[in-house]
């Protein structure tokens, strides 16, 4: 009697993250994708397979060619197109972002592949970011105004999936609900390419429970034996390390000395915001916050 293979093809797949958590729900990730060298290398030391380069120049059938499988094994499409453009956190180019049209490619290649299921991963500002310009969508062969148009990005997303013929489910977790010692909300958005039933896992982590097994991980937990051996990592200047110094664990700028907040903080000391990010010291007893792209910069 033969096995069933789940088989996934993975885009936009940075070190294979959501991979790896697919791979424990029981899809067998047959290859992935990247842009970006560091990535590709990352995937490759894990003996992985992987496709580098411009999605935009890579087929389905590439992808299934490398991988060394036939296109109607594929049983699940996944990915997270490059979140900036729809982030919270710095300027919104939205849709006029070049990198906001990625998703395009890989509706292109679920159209080519027509897998079973697809997922797709991406910040939750995706949600309620504004849409200035909407690529190659008309109507009766004129572009689509007023109420016509969608008004999120996250409504051209889904309308152009469900172009797919597949129904559409979608849903906002964080991933400190399911055990990971980080705050890291994140848009997920799963597809049925056979309209069956499917739904966004419930949390399994709470913030207070009886079963302490089920509590939130904390930042020790993850990584407090690596308190006397941190191995590589970044290194800051005297100037601000010896600030961060006096920074409590769960602090930032606001505790620093106030004779030192101004030269401490420079421009960012009049703009608006909290700016709870500068000189934040992470807090053993609590998850850690979202993982930035570089731990050495001010927020």
């Not at 594929?74 to 710095?90: D, E, I, M, R, Y």
Request: glycine share 12%; proline share 7%; charged share 25%.
């Amino acid at each position: 009697m033969s096995i069933e293979r789940f088989i996934g093809i993975s885009l936009f797949s940075g070190a294979m993250g959501l991979d790896l958590g697919l791979e424990e729900a029981g899809i067998e990730v047959a290859i992935a994708q990247d842009y970006d060298p560091s990535c590709v290398k990352t995937i490759q030391t894990n003996g992985r397979k992987v496709v580098g380069g411009d999605v935009r120049h890579i087929t389905g059938e590439d992808l299934c060619e490398r991988a060394g499988i036939d296109s109607d094994e594929v049983f699940l499409v996944c990915g997270g197109p490059p979140c900036q453009p729809f982030s919270t956190a710095g300027a919104r180019g939205s849709m006029n972002d070049p990198r906001g049209s990625l998703f395009m490619d890989f509706k292109r290649i679920i159209a080519e592949l027509k897998p079973r299921f697809f997922v797709m991963e991406n910040v939750k500002g995706l949600l309620s970011a504004p849409i200035n310009h909407v690529p190659h969508k008309e109507r009766n062969g004129k572009p689509m105004t007023g109420d016509e148009a969608p008004g999120t990005a996250f409504q051209v997303v889904r309308a152009e999936l469900k172009e797919l013929g597949y129904s559409v489910i979608h849903g906002l977790v964080d991933a400190v609900h399911y055990g990971v010692p980080q705050f890291r909300e994140r848009l997920i958005i799963v597809g049925s390419r056979d309209q069956e039933e499917v739904f966004i896992p419930v949390p399994t982590h709470f913030q207070k429970h009886q079963d302490t097994d089920r509590r939130w991980r904390t930042l020790w937990q993850a990584i407090g034996d690596l308190e006397a051996d941190a191995g590589p990592g970044a290194s800051f200047s005297t100037a601000r390390r010896d600030l961060l110094e006096m920074v409590p664990q769960g602090g930032n700028w606001r505790s620093l000395p106030p004779a030192l907040i101004p030269a401490a903080m420079g421009g960012a000391y009049d703009s608006p915001g909290g700016k709870v990010g500068f000189y934040r010291r992470l807090s053993y007893a609590q998850p850690s916050p979202t993982l930035v792209t570089s731990p050495v910069q001010k927020s």
